[in-house]
């Protein structure tokens, strides 16, 4: 498979704070990641380096073969890296149709880009002049992922995707993710519901001040949870 991201010793923080302690982290094109710890561990700053919002302060930012430390976001978008950030990622006072077409300056035509987020949330083609903001919650994040979907992105980095919606609408989000998986897309994610998020990703990781403490399987990686928290058997 593809190699799509790798972080090699990556070290970052803020105002000489460090919170990344050397991560090592490796994510293959179609897979899912899974990044999982406690708040505070060092997930978002870890999204926020490999998005180009944080230059790391050591260590090798590699996507798609190409070691990109310190390059500007709008390069690595440029390069495919879309991130979804925790949050609603739409702009409210515009409609579902606008929002859509904001997406058009990866020189994909209009009707391209609806057609292929109304495949995605069929929801979304009945509200395409309703402003965002004014649509549930669960709604906003469809959009947030239909306007990552038609940009054609190679890496994927979703940071709390579930946050405050029901598990019904989470449902339907993670089964967009796994489809855009099958179709290539290497994704990340932080995500508040471990279980859905496990049974989602290929492989997971669990962070812990600032470094990897554990890295396997999915069913492995639950197992060590439940330990952790109820006490191994």
Known sequence: MTTLLELRGIRAGYDGLEVLHGIDLVVEAGSVVAVLGPNGAGKTTLLRVVSGELEPSGGDLVVGGRRLNGVPAATLARAGVCT????????????VRENLWMMTHRGVGRSEVEETAFAYFPQLAARTDQVAGTM???EQQM??????VVTGPALLLLDELSMGLAPLVVQ????????????GVAIVIVEQFVDAALDLADRAVIIS????SSEGAPAQIRDELRAAYFGAA
Do not use: C, K
């Open 84 to 95: 979804i950030p925790e949050g609603r990622g739409v702009f409210p006072n515009l409609t």
């Open 136 to 138: 549930s919650g669960g």
């Open 143 to 148: 959009l947030a992922l239909a306007r990552a």
């Open 172 to 183: 339907g989000l993670f089964e967009a993710v796994d489809r855009l998986a099958r179709a």
């Open 209 to 212: 001040q600032g470094r990897v």
